[in-house]
């Protein structure tokens, strides 16, 4: 299998890596879904994306600026908590949690009503606006919830705004 | 007050269907009273009512709106996919006579703003109207299920949904658009419904041209839709069309309200943004313009005028006057002369903290200043009503012209406001306000409300402990039904307020109950239960079908959680 890395922050630098091999012989420019069941035990060839600003805590700050001009928290709400669209900072992942999948899940969109970005944001902020995401801290696990004789739930300990 | 003059005026005036029993428009009449002379359960036997059929609809979705009940057959429109069912009432169990499965663009989910809801269907001409959240609306044949006609009526692209209900005045079936959080240019369609083709478009805003404003037919002023505003600020300035339509035959006027202006922050869209958060009277057959009244001016705090207008006719100030009333967002109720617009009686039902109380010489709001809303003018605190409105517009109020009272569930909710410049992306939310919500005073977040409109007062009411998102029917057995959501369906004395019975239906009610006489003779109410609509944005952890979407309490309502998940049931209950 032959892997298809992007290295540098460009969405044409992908499409040329990819691109090199026949439909025969080379992995499609598509990514891996860790959490995917592969039928057979075989993983589909898939390349695999690399975020090049992963871990940069200026590229995380310029995500967050990102992630709100660019609307994302009028569905995921502010701090990524949950709106009308789903929590990204609860460490579970309807389509995938990999960095690839992220930058698929903003470039592409998502049919249950996630729009494709791609159109109006460049490579460069889409991984940065990835990078915001990666940066928030996850719960290692979902505490259960409880109502103890007639008391208020604990509050979580994130704040929420709508 | 004469209870037979006002019944036999409303029965002329705003009933013109003699109540047989059905239910075939979501207000149950053109005047929207949600009024049935049904009267087997009353008061004295409503203890006994018990569940006589339930059903699964297989949606999630918060069900907001009502069954239709037409012959012996009752339909029910769900949330996103929008599946239509006709169940027939005539057989045991209540078995599908058919199931009507669209294609829907399930894209639309994400345009639409708060949940992929969908308020009901309406019955004309043997079809069965109703809008798909994609931007369609389906003519549906009542007796074979069939598709009789499609027509796209709205855009996704520029944000615009379509979970209303449609209304049918004469031949002409009015639709409007959601979108008051996407930056939309609102309007109101009129399809022809016979076929579907669309007759005539009427904005709520921009040049009197794409509003239908004529000079000798609207005398309100010219090009207010533009003058009002900054620059071309108009064209992404929201208005949605997303609650309920009633309509005076006599006066020959449809009755709409308009939603929020957008975006949230005021700074980008200076002056009085006509006719956003208002009432437009119009004409059915062409669309023109006759009067306009717009509640809250520049409006600060996302207060949508999207409430059912419910047409009776009161005694104000000694006189018997053709009334509108409706229960604003902005936490007042509103009497208004329906021929002309004029302001009758505007007094807060919901604790207010905006306003002082509306000038009714100019019409205006008398504001209370430092709870204006802003970019530059940081975090405004203490706002009463909250953006969720003294009262839902998504859940219509009820009119007895037995007590000549209004009945109503309210919202007792204050928050907070901060505003930041956003920019239109179409298709991506356009708000810029950051909201959190609060407890209003007193230790309940809710009530079911009594209103004398006529005088502008509180008769009674019921506190509840967390906001009242369903709406009403009232009887002529002199009983309210109204849900809760925490998952109560509960039947009231109109007469003293008490509640008679009580039922925990399995999920909270936002949706809207009914009254009908079923083949066998009998009274039946009905109710959907499946929380939703904003409070699946808002309860924060309601949701347990997906494992990727985990979400903690909402911080001012933590125990909601405790009492209700999503899930949708169609419930009848009878003697």
């Known amino acids: 299998m032959k892997a298809c890395v992007v290295r540098r922050a460009s969405y ?23 959490n995917h069941v592969a039928a057979g035990g075989s993983q589909p060839p898939a390349a695999e994306m690399k975020n090049p600003f992963a871990d940069d805590s200026g590229s995380a700050a310029d995500g967050l600026k990102i992630f709100s001009t660019m609307n994302c928290d009028g569905c995921h709400g502010g701090g990524a908590l949950g709106w009308v669209g789903p929590s990204l900072v609860d460490g579970r992942w309807r389509y995938g949690g990999s960095d690839g999948a992220l930058y698929q899940s903003i470039f592409y969109g998502r049919p249950r009503g996630m729009p494709a970005y791609g159109g109006v944001m460049s490579p460069g902020a889409i991984w940065k606006v990835v990078t915001y995401i990666r940066s928030q801290p996850v719960p290692s696990v979902v505490p259960t919830q409880r109502w103890p004789n007639g008391e208020t739930a604990p509050r979580p300990a994130r704040e929420r705004s709508p | 007050m004469n209870t037979a003059l006002l019944l036999a005026l409303s029965l002329i005036q705003g009933t013109p269907q003699r109540d047989d029993g059905q239910w075939t428009m979501p207000g149950r009449d053109y005047a929207a009273t949600r009024f049935s002379s049904l009267a087997q359960i009353d008061r004295t036997n409503a203890a006994r009512l018990k569940a006589v059929w339930s059903f699964s609809t297989g949606v999630l979705g918060g069900h907001e709106g009502q069954p239709l009940v037409v012959g012996s057959t009752m339909y029910v429109v769900t949330p996103f996919p929008n599946v239509l069912y006709a169940f027939d009432l005539t057989r045991e169990g209540y078995p599908l006579k058919w199931k009507y499965r669209p294609d829907v663009n399930p894209t639309s989910q994400g345009i639409a703003c708060c949940d992929a809801i969908n308020r009901g269907a309406v019955y004309a001409d043997g079809k069965i109207v109703y809008n798909l959240l994609d931007g369609h609306t389906v003519a549906i044949d009542a007796a074979t299920g069939k598709e009789l006609w499609k027509t796209q009526i709205a855009d996704m692209g520029q944000g615009e949904t379509t979970p209303m209900a449609p209304f049918i005045a004469r031949d002409r079936v ?316 509960k039947a009231v004395d109109i007469r003293s307020g008490k509640v008679v019975w009580k039922f925990k239906v399995g999920s909270g009610v936002v949706g809207a109950p009914i009254t009908f006489r079923g083949p066998d003779g009998k009274q039946y109410v009905a109710v959907y239960a499946g929380i939703g609509g904003d409070w699946f944005l808002l309860s924060g952890d309601v949701r347990s079908d997906d494992p990727a979407d985990v979400r903690p309490p909402a911080d001012f309502a933590p125990e909601l959680g405790r009492h209700t998940s999503q899930g949708g049931i169609v419930w009848i209950f009878g003697l």
């Open chain 2, 174 to 489: 009015l639709v409007g658009p959601s979108g008051g959080e996407f930056g939309i240019y609102g309007w109101v369609k009129a399809l022809d419904l016979a076929s579907g083709k669309i007759l005539w478009t009427a904005h709520n805003m921009g040049p009197d041209s794409l509003m239908i404003a004529r000079r000798g037919t609207f005398t309100g002023g010219a090009n207010l839709g533009v003058s009002t505003w900054s620059g071309d600020s108009w064209r992404r300035g929201g208005a949605p069309v997303w609650g309920w339509i009633s309509y005076d035959p006599q006066l020959d006027l449809i009755y709409l309200g308009t939603g929020n202006p957008g975006p949230y922050n005021t700074e980008q869209r200076p002056g009085e943004n006509k006719w956003t958060n208002s009432v437009l009277a119009r004409r059915p057959s062409d669309g023109a313009l006759v009067w306009a009244y717009q509640f809250t001016p520049h409006d600060s705090w996302d207060f949508d005028a999207n409430a059912e207008m419910i047409l009776a006719d009161l005694v104000v100030g000694g006189r018997m006057r053709k009334v509108l009333v409706t229960f604003n967002k902005n936490g007042f109720a509103y009497t208004l002369d329906r021929a002309t617009g004029e302001l009758l009686v505007a007094e807060p039902f919901a604790h207010v903290t905006w306003a002082k109380g509306i000038d009714k010489r100019t019409g205006l709001p008398i504001l209370d200043t430092t709870k204006v809303t802003g970019a530059s003018r940081g975090n405004v605190t203490g706002i009463c009503p909250s953006l969720e409105g003294g009262k839902s517009p998504a859940s219509p109020s009820a009119f007895s012209p037995r007590t000549g009272l209004f009945y109503t569930a309210t919202n007792n909710l204050c928050m907070n406001f901060e505003a930041a410049p956003v920019t239109r992306i179409p298709a991506t939310p356009f708000i810029g306000a950051t909201t959190p919500y609060v407890a209003g005073p007193g230790g309940y977040m809710g009530a079911f409300i009594a209103w004398d409109a006529a005088r502008g007062r509180k008769v009674w009411e019921v506190k509840e402990q967390f906001p009242v998102w369903s709406g009403t029917v009232v009887t002529a057995g002199d009983l309210a039904f109204y849900g809760t959501l925490d998952g109560w369906f």
């Open chain 1, 12 to 34: 044409v630098a992908l499409l040329t890596a990819c691109s090199s091999g026949t439909a025969d012989s080379g992995p499609p420019p598509s990514i891996r879904y860790p």
